[in-house]
C-alpha cells in the first residue's frame, strides 16, 4: 500500500504570507489529487494532477507535480484568512480506491 | 444540487449501544464511500460500494461494524457494539465512475 508523507504538519502565517505543502511518497503516483478540508465540513477536491512535471493554478495557488511522479508541492501566494484549513492529498490505492496523506493544516491569521 | 447528505450530523451514545450513520449520495452516482476521521490515524476508506454491492471492505475495523446499501439512494454505517475508540467523524462520499468524489459534511460521533 502507498504511504503519503505531508510535510509540515502544521503551518501558522499571517496574512499576506506565500506557502508551501509537500506530499511524497517512495513509490510512484498514477495521478494524485489535493482537497482542502474546512472546520466541520467535508474535503473538497481542488487539483487532480496526471503528468510528471504538470504545473496547474487555481487563482493563487500552485500545483507541481514532480517530473518522477514521486512527490507533489502545494504553493499559495499572498494567503488569505479563508485559506485556513486542513490540506490533504490523496493517491488512488486501487480501483476506485483513495489513499490519504495525513493533512497539513494551515491557519492563516489577520 | 443538494450534495452528499448525512445524518445525523452529531451522535452521542453510550459505550455498548447501537449506532446508525445514514448516507444519500449525490443522484447518479454509482461508487459510495464511508470514512473515519480522526486525529491519529487521520482519514481512512472503511468500505466501498459500485451500483449498491460491496466491493471493498478491507478498512472495516473489526466485526462490530457493517455497512449496507439496499438501493442506490441510501446506505447505512452500523457499529453494534459501540465502543469509545470507535469516537470519530465518519464521512460518506460518492462519485460517478472515477471521477471525482464528493463528500458529505460527516457525522461527529462520540462514545462515552
Redesign the interface.
Known sequence: TQLLEQSPQFLSIQEGENLTVYCNSSSVFSSLQWYRQEPGEGPVLLVTVVTGGEVKKLKRLTFQFGDARKDSSLHITAAQTGDTGLYLCASRGGYNKLIFGAGTRLAVHP | DAG?IQSPRHEVTEMGQEVTLRCKPISGHD?L?WYRQTMMR????LI?F?NNVP??DSGMPEDRFSAKMPNASFSTLKIQPSEPRDSAVY?C?S?F??E???????TRLSVL
Not at chain 2, 487521520?42 to 476508506?45: N, V
Not at chain 2, 471525482?100 to 460527516?106: C, K, P, R, V
Open positions: 452528499v461508487y464511500f487521520g482519514l481512512e476508506l466501498y459500485n466491493i471493498d464521512f462520499a462519485s465512475a472515477r471525482a468524489q464528493y463528500f458529505g459534511a460527516g
